[in-house]
């Protein structure tokens, strides 16, 4: 009886530490007092004495906005989460960061208002800092391994309570948008995806400095590869390996300087011939962050998500039909 009781007690504990080895989600912690940061003054106003959220930014009181960390590659990296406050099952969006290193790095107000307002149309939204970024472990490559940093995330979402990963969305902007389509070619879970003024073509150099100050410093082996990781990273090169059964929605504002809008134009075109869904949106006089068409593109990437991850509405059909 006694080494029965032995053995069983053994393997339970085997049980959970494999259970714990296996855990990619390493760590939640609940943002509770936003008064702590420099956004809560911009986010909220003093009425009868007594601090509170603005009209537009009640919405706080609806959901939770989490730091978290997590495992890729056996590297620990940081990131951001934001999901209601009431108990559900919801759709999942993993939000694509731009920029790269700090420049673009998630703060406390992207939590409150980027994966904010997705959270409050009931979804549970994650991002990831990318490694080697806000005291994560790792070096980012700018599109090389990094991509792991989020083609990871349906597993981590499904360690995740209120997750449902049988339907999950990507959404990113500029970088993040390249990220999105790395990381559609490996992602089967990704039911629908948005892009905002990504860059689907790197080999243009029309800005010098991006080259000398991100690609050379940030791809491995890049000045020895030059033409070949640039074209690993540019969308154009390898459209036929985007999935058929993802929507994208392309949206871009021909103002902008920093990404060009001939780079959707370009992926279009090329979606055209592969029979890729979309659609695209080029905003006339928009720039890079479509600033000027704040409203307009909040109601369209949620309209997109809404109708493909939450209505479950088929994909159209591309194939060349009607009279």
Sequence with gaps: MLRKIILLSFLLISFAATAQDQALLLKQELISDWSKYPVYARLSEEVAGERQWKKEYQY???IEVYRISYLSDGLKVMGLMAKPKAEGHYPCIIFNRGGNRN???LKVYHGALSLGKLAKEGYVV???QYRGNASG???????????NDITILPQVLAEVEDADTSRIGMYGWS???????LALKDCPQIKAAVVGAGNSDLTINDRPEMETGVYAELIPNYEENKEAELKKRSAVYWADEFP???PILLLHGNADWRVKSSRSLSLALEFEKYRIPYRLHIYEGGDHGLNEFKTEVNNEVLNWFEKYLKQGVEIPNMEYHGR
Excluded: C, P, W
């Design 60 to 62: 706080l009181d609806s």
């Design 137 to 147: 472990e790792g070096q980012e490559e700018f599109g090389g391994a990094d991509v």
């Design 244 to 246: 058929k059964d993802v």
């Design 126 to 128: 994650i991002a990831s």
């Design 175 to 181: 970088r993040g948008g390249m990220m999105t389509y």
């Design 103 to 105: 420049y673009g790095a």
